[in-house]
């Protein structure tokens, strides 16, 4: 069992494409090309910590793609994920997870928030660098999620 780290996928949201100037024509297309990237590196047995901004769209069509993947979701809610609840196959946690020195949150944190000797994992700032912290949003890491001993 491997454990991976992700954000920002955007799952069915088209301006995406066009925001952070993503190499897709249309969302079907990137929503693919991420679907084939994840199960290109994630197993069934495996766990995957996204940290938000899952997809967009009606709760049906985030339970289509959540199928397609592999491995057990721990979704760290991002702004964009206010539809997405429990049954929709997710280990749902709102607000940042700390697991030993990682404090793993949307968004990044600043200096201040991070506690003393500890790395800020994140997302939300897209292909942006961040200054206090790791940023693991698909945009940075070709589209697909990274082992956590990688990071």
Known sequence: MKI???????FNHKNII????RPFKTVE???????KKWNSKVDKNDIVIHLGDFSFGKKE??????KRLNGT??????????????????????????IGNLVLSHRPLTKEEIPKN????HGHIHEKDSYYGINVSVDKTNYEPVEITNI
Not at 61 to 66: A, G, L, S, Y
Not at 73 to 88: F, P, Q, S, Y
Request: with cysteine; aromatic share 8%.
């Open 29 to 35: 297309e990137m929503n693919e090309f991420m679907i």
């Open 4 to 10: 991976f780290i992700t954000a920002d996928h955007h």
């Open 73 to 98: 979701i721990i979704l760290v809610t991002g702004n964009h994920d206010r539809k997405i609840a429990g049954d929709c196959d997710f280990i749902i946690v709102r607000g940042n997870l700390q």
């Open 118 to 121: 500890c790395k800020n994992i």
């Open 61 to 66: 069509k985030i339970k289509e793609i959540r």
């Open 18 to 21: 066009k925001y952070c100037n």
